[in-house]
């Protein structure tokens, strides 16, 4: 915003030297500072920042060995090449069912039906993907819930089973009891196939392990873990889905775990559940608390941003199950939140997240932050400025992780001088080229 310019036409017939200054408003811009309980461990020269307190450490989540033989055992009769050609295309099926694109034809909402095949044809193309995305949340709830332990587990649209698997691989020996629910009959047989190790005849590898085609809709009872993944895009209608976050949210225990696609519409997903459940639990008087991915529980300034439409969305690494990915991982974009009953049970730092790929140049790192104030903030960080510990922090720091800075706001005065012009005497084509630079500059119609 311009503060002062100087806007006069000379008066024909007089000759004037002048100069145009303008003076900018005072910027503001946020700057990070590390956070106070890192001060002595970045004091140190050994301090890199690679393995700062904030990294989330998300690996390639590969797939269990026992479902990898389970899989195997259940493909051995099929074509592997078909059934993945199949469900690539079933996927991008359901995707634009809900995203039409550069279309304007609206897209009317329709079950889908699976078969045998195409539940087959799902598993193949799509489980390494969704159990990846799973894992990720799964990582951020160990992380910053490190005492919690799930022995009961809630799967709401469970397909061919990635969140019970997700589970298995991160504590297995704790759970007990997992229940399943999944309308179709053919997903319900492949995933509870594949819990058995491929073999009809199998044991469970949780003993209480249930499966059913429809949510009860009593509440006698609560579990540790209830997770909705890759499900929401299921629902009829805006109804049916607060009805389901409602029964699943009052069959929670601890925590309620939603992941869908990191597209625009599935982000919009997410948070609505979200800003639904913290409504229903301000109304109701019960205390709840995001623990990830949101350093706060204000609306999301993603969608307050003007002329934003990008998702808040992240990434996760995994490997197809055909063809063969070679030692190449391939990237897997979803949305998730984690929201807590109660109170959080353990601190949590009050740090920003970055929520896009930080942009590192020579001798500066540029970080898209979503801040606990529910702001968000492009933060320039380098050495001399910043101090070396944050900036190393924020070198170091993925796509996801929370970075360790409290961030202030500092002031800036910013001036823009323009050259300076003569004006000769009676020179008609100097004063219509100035005229028109004012005129240009206030945003005005040119009057001759």
Known sequence: MIVSKLNFIPARGCAVGMSFSRMMATKVKAVGLLDESLTLEASKDSFTGKAHPGKVYSAVADLPNPLQRAIDKVCQDENKKVLFTEGEKL???????FEPGKSTEKRKWKPTEYTKTKCLSYMLSRMPAEFSAVDRAFVELSKWAPNFVPRTLYDFGSGVGSVPWAAISRWSKQLEEIHCIDSSKDMVNLAELLLKGGEAGGKFHVPQTYFRQLMSPTVNRTF????????????????????????????????????????????????????????????????????????????????????????????????????????????????????????????????????????VRSGHVICSLCTPEGKLEDVTFTKSKDGRASFLCARYSDWGDLVPVSLRQKEFDVRDKVKKENISENSDDAQKSEHENVAADEGRPLVN
């Open 91 to 97: 996927a991008r099926l359901l995707k634009d069912r």
């Open 224 to 359: 540790d873990l209830v997770v909705s993944a890759h499900t929401l895009f299921e629902f009829p209608s805006l109804e049916a889905r607060l009805d389901a976050h409602i029964n699943l949210w009052r069959k929670t225990k601890d925590y309620y775990v939603l992941v869908e696609l990191g597209t625009r519409e599935g982000f919009k997903l997410i948070d609505e559940a979200k800003e639904f459940i913290l409504f229903q639990s301000k109304k109701e008087g019960q205390e709840m608390h995001i623990l990830a991915p949101c350093p706060h529980s204000l609306a999301c300034p993603r969608l307050l941003r003007e002329g934003d439409r990008s998702p808040c969305n992240f990434e996760s690494r995994y490997y197809k199950l055909w063809p063969e990915s070679k030692g190449e991982a391939s990237k897997e974009r979803f949305s998730f939140v984690i929201l807590g009953k109660g109170r959080r049970k353990s601190p949590s730092p009050s740090w920003p997240r970055m929520v896009r790929a930080p942009m």
